[in-house]
């Protein structure tokens, strides 16, 4: 199969292409490397690269010649961002599906959106794990966008026929994530001595997911899945704290780095899923999150640094700025 994955350049994208490739298939990548996106993310992956918005219908009609199917990963993904600013969010993340959407219905390609456990929003403690079936209730501009991606996905299957289905994804980890997501940003920070801003009391909870765990869940979904369904890919939950303070002990960093900010607004306390129609299709996931998983990305951000040391200076230290300064103090 020839598969366009958009969004390729970035975090889960360049390893969904790696996975694709190494499984023999043609890989296209269409992405717009916005701050997020790094071409080095695709070192030594075969792949056809094209520099455009998956909301040009130009560039889409461009990357997408001959491909069989689209992978769309091409989103604004950090929520902190979306509350400072959420105009970018709807441009790529609802109207660039849309766009996405409407070249797949004219040549009749199969579509699959790559969405989050986020558009169910908070899932109180004592409730059950979401079922893809639960509602959608957004609470970050973010996670609005994404569920804004995913109505248009079920509108286009709906309406037009098109062979479209959407993933949502847990929190997901591992090597070459950009370190404004917590995980990158709090290990980077450890190894370098810096303070460690955790929003409110720390007691949110997290589903981490391994990228090549998602990355094979959407394989899959792709293969098997059905048109106009929903596929949630769940990891394993833990307290915020109990994962920093997992994050001292690998990086040996101090304690006295952990500093509790002010919270994020309007931050949602738990994200939980049920992934067992993923399991139904045969998902296996291969990592854990205790045994491995957290270690062996922690082990690659410190022998990486020359990938994410150049990340953290430029724009990224002023969007640092802009978002922690007042809350450091
Ligand atoms: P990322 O921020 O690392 O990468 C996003 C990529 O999209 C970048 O390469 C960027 O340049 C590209 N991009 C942004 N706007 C574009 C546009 N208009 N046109 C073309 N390319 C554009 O993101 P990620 O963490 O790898 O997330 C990938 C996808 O997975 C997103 O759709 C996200 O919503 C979803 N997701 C992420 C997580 C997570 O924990 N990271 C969990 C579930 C779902
Ligand atoms: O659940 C899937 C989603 O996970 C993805 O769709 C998003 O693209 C991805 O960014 C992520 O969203 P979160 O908001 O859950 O992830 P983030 O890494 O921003 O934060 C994880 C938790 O850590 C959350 O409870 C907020 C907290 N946090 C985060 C940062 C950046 C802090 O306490 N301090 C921080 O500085």
Redesign the pocket.
């Known amino acids: 199969m020839r598969i366009l994955v958009t969004g390729g350049a970035g975090f889960i994208g360049s390893h969904f292409a790696r996975h694709l490739a190494e499984q023999g298939e043609e890989v296209v990548v269409l992405d717009k490397l916005t701050y997020a996106g790094n071409r080095a993310n695709l070192e030594g992956v075969e792949h056809d690269f094209h520099h455009g918005d998956i909301a040009d219908p130009e560039a889409v009609v461009r990357a997408a010649e001959g491909v069989d199917a689209i992978v769309n990963f091409a ?1 604004e ?4 961002r979306s509350i400072l600013g959420p105009a970018d969010f709807i441009l790529t993340d609802v109207l660039g599906t849309q766009v996405l959407l409407d070249h797949a219905r004219h040549h009749r390609l199969r579509f699959l959106q790559v969405s ?3 558009v169910y929003g908070d899932v109180p403690l004592d409730a059950p794990a979401c079922t893809e079936e639960s509602p959608l209730r957004s609470s ?1 501009p ?1 996670s609005a966008s ?1 569920a804004g991606g995913e109505l248009q996905v079920f509108a286009y299957v709906r309406t037009y026929g098109v062979d479209a289905l959407v993933t949502r ?4 980890y591992g090597p070459r994530q950009y370190p ?4 990158p ?2 290990i980077t920070n450890a190894l370098d001595g810096e303070s460690l ?4 009391d ?1 007691k ?1 909870r ?2 981490w997911l391994h990228v090549a765990d998602h990355c094979a869940g959407i394989e899959l979904a792709l293969r098997k899945g059905k048109a106009g369904e929903a596929y949630n890919i769940g990891g394993q939950e833990r307290e ?1 704290m109990e994962v920093v303070r997992r994050i001292l002990d690998l990086t040996g960093a101090s304690p006295d780095l952990v500093r509790h900010v002010d919270d ?1 607004p309007g ?2 306390r738990r ?1 939980a899923v049920d992934s067992s129609k993923l399991h139904d299709l045969g998902w296996q996931p291969q990592h854990s999150f205790d045994q491995g998983g957290l270690e062996e990305t922690v082990h690659w951000y410190m022998a990486s640094r020359d990938w994410w040391e150049p990340i953290k200076s430029g724009d990224y230290r002023r969007y640092y700025e802009t978002q ?1 300064a007042a809350r450091l103090g």
Do not use: C, I, M, W
């Open positions: 989103a993904t950090h929520v902190d989050t456990d986020e970050s973010y994404k994804g847990a929190n997901t404004e997501k917590f995980l940003l709090f801003p955790v929003y409110g720390g949110q997290r589903e915020n994020r931050h949602d994200y922690y």
